[in-house]
C-alpha cells in the first residue's frame, strides 16, 4: 500500500495550525491542620479575606484569616471530608449567592443549592453577601403599611414595609405560626417572601412547606436542615438579605427568638 506524504503532510500543516495552546494556572494550597469546622492552609499567599476555597471532595470553604505563613479558612459543608494533605484551591471572587427568579418557590441551602429535588438553579447574576448597606439618604422611608392578617396584631401595632419586628416568645407559644399567617396574607401583595428556618427539625420544615403550597404562596425559600454546621447557620441570615431583591421583600428568621425583616 503506497502513502501519500504530500497529503500526510497537508493534513499535520492544517492539524499544527489549528493548534491553540491553552495554559490554565490556579493558586493551591495544601491543608496543614483540619479542626471542628475550620482549616489551616499552607501555599496560599495571595489570598484575600472573604475569597471562596474550593476543597477536595466538593467543599467550600472562604477565607477569615491571614497570617504569616497560613491562612484559616472556615469550611461550609460536610469538614469531615477534608483531611490534612488536601489540596485547597483559591477561587478568586468573593463569597456570594445567586440572584435570580428562579430561586422563587424553591428550598434552598445557604450555598443556593436545592435541596427540594428540583432541577439546579442557573443565574446570570450575584450578589455579595457581605454588600455595603445603603446609606440613610438611600432609603426609601417607612410609609407603607404591611397586614399580618392577623387583626389583634394590625390593630394594636403598626408595622410598615422597611422595618423590623421582633417575635419572641417561649418555645410553642406560636412564633412561627404568626410568621406563616403574614406570609400566608402576602399572597396577592407585592413581597417576595423569604422564610430562612435556623436548626429546626425537618418535620417542622415540611409541615411548612405543605401549607405554604397549598396557598400557593409567593415564596423563596432558603431552608437549613438541623444537621449544618454552626458556620453556615451564622452566614444563613446575611444569605438572604442578600438575596433579597429590589422590590419589596419580607424576610422571616425561624430560630428560638424569631425576627422579621420587612
Known amino acids: 500500500m503506497a502513502f501519500d506524504l504530500t497529503e500526510m503532510a497537508e493534513i499535520l500543516r492544517n492539524q499544527l495550525e489549528q493548534y491553540k495552546a491553552v495554559v490554565e494556572t490556579a493558586r493551591a494550597g495544601r491543608v496543614v491542620g483540619p479542626a471542628d469546622g475550620i482549616a489551616h492552609i499552607y501555599g496560599l499567599d495571595e489570598a484575600m479575606v472573604g475569597e471562596v476555597l474550593w476543597f477536595e471532595n466538593e467543599v467550600i ?69 457581605e454588600s455595603p448597606a445603603p446609606g440613610i439618604a438611600e432609603r426609601q422611608p417607612v410609609r407603607e403599611p404591611l397586614q399580618t392578617g392577623i387583626k389583634a396584631i394590625d390593630s394594636m401595632i403598626p408595622i ?65 436542615p438541623r444537621p449544618l454546621t454552626a458556620h453556615l447557620c451564622s452566614i444563613s441570615p446575611l444569605m438572604s438579605v442578600a438575596r433579597s431583591p429590589s422590590t419589596s421583600c419580607m424576610s422571616i428568621t425561624g430560630t428560638p427568638f424569631a425576627s422579621m425583616t420587612i
Open 61 to 129: 470553604g472562604e477565607v477569615f484569616d491571614l497570617e504569616q505563613d497560613r491562612v484559616g479558612a472556615v469550611i461550609y459543608g460536610d469538614y469531615i471530608k477534608v483531611k490534612e494533605g488536601s489540596e485547597v484551591v483559591a477561587t478568586g471572587s468573593l463569597m456570594s449567592v445567586p440572584v435570580s427568579e428562579q430561586l422563587l418557590g424553591r428550598v434552598v441551602n445557604p450555598l443556593c443549592q436545592p435541596v427540594d429535588g428540583g432541577p439546579p438553579i442557573t443565574a446570570t447574576k450575584a450578589r455579595l453577601i
Open 160 to 224: 410598615g414595609r422597611g422595618q423590623r419586628e421582633l417575635i419572641i416568645g417561649d418555645r410553642k407559644t406560636g412564633k412561627t405560626a404568626i410568621a406563616i399567617d403574614t406570609i400566608i396574607n402576602q399572597k396577592d401583595q407585592d413581597v417576595i417572601c423569604i422564610y430562612v428556618a435556623i436548626r429546626q427539625r425537618a418535620a417542622s420544615i415540611a409541615e411548612v412547606v405543605d401549607i405554604l403550597s397549598k396557598y400557593e404562596c409567593r415564596i423563596r425559600w432558603l431552608w437549613l
